[in-house]
């Protein structure tokens, strides 16, 4: 091999060595920039985090938070939401607690994480009132925003109005809610097409999903088992109340022939 074309490999090595030394540097700098995005993102959906402004920089796994909050749970809580994130191997952090801190002022318009919260009891109080005995008796709409919920259309009875409401009042995350639905005549909307083949199966489902949605069950620690349309429900409640109210949203899903409540406690 001449000098010369040894001169050319060594440079041609070089030059590979300098481009792959790039690769990892590029690549290493989308894996920051998405583990940043993730931790914001979890920040901005959590409702104690979100009017904190905290700031984060993500560098080869390690995450660096910056900015101020009200009290040590709102800091101990950031800690742990950035470690949950996939590849965040430490976390450093620099976010200083003030007994005075006054969050960031509510913007007029909505923020992306209020759009999801009410999306999502938007969408709870729609299936609550679909898979309900008064399904057929209910043409509703559902709006909500930053957790006030306005139910519009028309209710069949006075009664289907009155459950309605109830469901979207049960429904966690609704703050308030108003009943503007008129009692009359109903075209199916809401619950059109859910009539059919109501098994032992789907009303199981439903019931569980209807607990999940509701704001005095969602944390109970419930069993639910269908037989021939009879709900047995088994577990603790912590009050008359929520015992009260996992009997009647049980006994009110479409299909439901009676609730065995003999096994729910207090």
Sequence with gaps: ???????????????????????????????????ESQIWTTFALNPYLRTNGIKVAVRAGKATLTGNVGDGVSRDLAQQLAF???GIKSVDIDIVV?????????SAERSFAERVDDAAITAAVRSKMLWSRYGEALS????????????SGNASSAEAKDFAGKLATNTQGAHSVHNQLAVGAVNLGIASGETAGISDGWINAKVKA?????ASTDRSELAVNTSGGV?????KM????????????????????????SALTI
């Design 1 to 35: 091999m001449t000098h010369q074309n040894q001169v050319v490999e060594i440079a041609l090595a070089k030059a590979a060595s300098a481009a792959a030394t790039v690769a990892v540097t590029q690549s290493q700098e989308v894996i920051d920039a998405r583990q």
């Design 210 to 214: 209807t607990f999940m949605r509701s």
């Design 140 to 151: 509703a709409n559902v709006d909500t925003q930053r957790g006030s919920v306005t139910l």
């Design 238 to 261: 912590d009050n008359d109340a929520g015992r009260s109210m996992a009997i009647e949203l049980a006994g009110n899903v479409r299909g439901v022939k009676s609730v065995d409540s």
């Design 231 to 235: 709900v047995k429900l088994t577990g």
């Design 98 to 106: 003030h007994a005075d801190y006054i969050p960031m002022a509510q």
């Design 84 to 86: 949950a994130v996939h």
